[in-house]
């Protein structure tokens, strides 16, 4: 998978894709950073204001919830929005500007089917926000209807962006247009419904095609799914992939399209959703600033004197910092380079070693708190367990603390196993406990971010969003005011930069909730699940392929997507194998992880065969000592489920 970059030239002669490129392109790609970086000091400063005036005064901010919950819709859609201005959604495959002939031509047609789910959920959106809400329904005094019209307004743009994207030739554009109207024909209940809010009945020309649509689509359904994932394989974004389907379910079934938006909308007022770009904030301000630097410092000072001390200090930088970044592959991008350097330098690592250990612990973190993985797995699974009481997001982080613990001494011991003997004459240096303090000193105030959140969640002090509003705003201000390493130009151009990380992954969330509502209320799990029961009669045997399955979905799915896609299909056959929900959790977050390394298309080792500016081949090499490891730990975890259950109080 990748982080796309600026697209390029598609075949045929350049011209009309280059009016895009001028004042109108950087206007608007104005206008949603501006809105969307307002949209996140909302959710920054809101939820401290309403905890700060509940402790004071009994009484929170009136209504601060459900502006936050707004505030984060706005962000989502006009950061995936600007994602899609500058070319930086997830695909499946890269895009290379210079490619032609029939490459160029199938990325041509992968951002055809783009532009045309785009456009699908356009038209669904706007139905949906005029439909959705009556005129007087309002957050303070703002009607909710003008606070719903972020999400259509960010799919228009979506689409007008795939179309004119920078660089397109005529012939391109000519193509992507038909995509746009292929997608209006799809959504044409959702025109049909619009049509009947605005004018009391529809037209008896949108009654007949909206039903011609749905009988078409219907019979036609596995080739025209199997049409949206072809586009995926070929580079269109992937939470057009997931919405496409979800949309190609929905008309075929004659449901209201409505819905796919509607769960998105939902999912991103569910309140804790808000946590993850707080916490992916904390750490690129972290990861953007000395931070990393002083943290290395620590645990060189901490681990160093030991023989392959060096390697534990990586291990743990990995940790730390995607425990909070969340993102697939940003550890690696952000501290990859120094970490190696660290390793081959300092602590004589083989260069390959180093690249190896460095890419295999780049997600070792998600299993920690707070983790933003257990955090959405924990929000869906409790939607599909339906019990609140029996799991939720508080007893999964507890039952995974000791697991993914457990994976971090692990990665630590086969770092120290992989290091070199030393040199001869070379004893090392010995433990100093005044150096060690020393090197405490400068990096103090960051270590006590992790110290500060464990313990506002864990006392009930305050809820996920709060303390990852809270992160944010406490590093902004040891990095600005206290360390002097950012100014605010500097703080205002991370959180520029990292608008399209959010909108690329709240997005991809958004389309796969939408998808995740059709598998579920068709009553696709439980027929799963008595297909498999009926097949697999031992939970041992069940608990080995569900770890061959999901190691395949890893590689192919960002996290997100796979939670709440896969998620519904694999946990009623959990539940129907005795398996504790929490246990069954940490395994599936687990295996993700370990996805991402899986040869030979695992996120993370084409992230670092791009940051260490080696081949794919290669990397996969790198890693595989350290990927067996892993998955002895897996197994591990899986087969003992006591290690994640002995934490947890059952009522």
Sequence with gaps: MNAAGPEGTSGGSPGAGAAAEGPVRRQVSLALAVLGIAALALVIFLPLLDLALSRLFWSGLPESGPLVDHALVILAFMAAALASLEGRHLSLTGHDPSARGLKAGLYAYAQT???????????????????????????????????????????????????????????????????????????????????????????????????????????????????????????????????????????????????????????????????????????????????????????????????????????????????????????????????????????????????????????????LPPSAAVIVYGINAQFIYGDSSAFDVTTLFKGAVVPGLILVMAMCVAGVVAAPRRIKGDGGKAFDLRATATSLKPAFLELLVPVFAVALYFTGSAGLTEIGAFSVLYISIVEVLVKRELSIRGLIGILRRYLPIIGGTLVIIAAARGLSFYIVDANIPEVFSSWISARVSSPLVFLLALNIFLLVVGCLMDIYSAILVVAPLVIPLGTAFGIDPVHFGVIFIMNLSIGFLTPSVGINIFLASYAFKKPVARIVKDVAPFLLVMIAVLLLITYVPWLSTFMIRRR
């Design 113 to 367: 089917v783009a532009a045309s789910v785009q456009a699908s959920l356009f038209w669904a959106s706007l139905a949906l926000a005029w439909t959705g809400f009556d005129s007087d329904m309002k957050v303070w005094i703002i009607p909710l209807r003008l606070l719903a019209a972020s999400i259509p307004l960010g799919f228009l743009v979506m689409a007008l962006a795939t179309v004119f994207a920078r660089g397109a030739s005529r012939a391109r554009i000519l193509l992507s247009c038909v995509g746009l109207i292929v997608g209006t024909i799809l959504a044409i209940s959702s025109i049909r419904n619009l049509a009947t809010s605005l004018l009391g009945s529809a037209p008896d020309l949108l009654q007949v095609t909206s039903a011609l649509v749905r009988t078409a689509t219907h019979a036609a359904l596995f080739p025209l799914a199997f049409l949206v994932i072809l586009a995926a394989l070929f580079g269109a974004p992937l939470f057009t992939a997931l919405g496409g389907i979800a949309v190609i379910l929905y008309v075929a079934s004659g449901s209201f399209i409505e819905l796919a938006p509607s769960e998105a909308y939902s999912l991103l007022r569910s309140g804790s959703i808000a946590a993850l770009p707080l916490f992916g904030l904390a750490g690129f301000v972290l990861a953007e600033s000395g931070a990393g630097l002083r943290l290395v410092a620590v645990f060189r000072e901490l681990f160093g004197w030991i023989r392959g001390g060096e390697a534990i200090v990586a291990v743990l930088a990995c940790a730390f910092f995607s425990t909070f970044t969340g993102i697939n592959g940003v550890t690696i991008i952000a501290l990859g380079g120094l970490l190696v350097t660290v390793l081959s330098e300092s602590g004589r690592f083989r260069e390959d070693r180093a690249r190896g250990l460095v890419t295999a612990s780049g997600d070792i973190g998600l299993l």
